[in-house]
């Protein structure tokens, strides 16, 4: 009896590990998804096999053991590298223009359009 529940303890220890570790993984690619490789221009860390992307992939792992959150990873990495290495920016000051150009574009084609069409 007792090697029973030591055994049913020690499958479910390891059941548990094995959803911690799934997540963790989960995160870090997550995260690896949405940071430029510095090395490989155009390529995110998660595609990239450069040793940066394998030090940034180490590095993600490290800060998720410490407890950090999601945000605090990306805002370590942008205060390293500067916003570029995101790929997702924030809006600010300095993506104003990057968040709003596509709607201006947008704005103004669909504004020649409609002259166009109801001109004729």
Do not use: H
């Amino acid at each position: 009896m007792k090697i029973r529940i030591i055994f049913l303890i020690l499958i479910s220890f390891f059941i548990f590990e094995n959803l911690i570790a799934k997540t963790e993984n989960e995160l870090v690619n997550k995260i690896s998804k949405n940071l430029r490789c510095i090395i490989c221009q155009g390529q995110s860390v998660y595609d990239s096999n450069s040793e940066f992307a394998l030090s940034i992939k180490l590095i993600i792992k490290k800060k998720i053991n410490e407890g950090k959150s999601e945000k605090e990873i990306y805002s370590f990495f942008k205060d390293q590298y500067g916003e570029w290495i995101l790929y997702d920016p924030e809006l600010n000051e300095m993506t104003f223009v990057l968040w709003g150009l596509p709607i201006i574009l947008f704005v103004f084609g669909g504004f020649l359009i409609f002259r166009k069409i109801f001109r004729n």
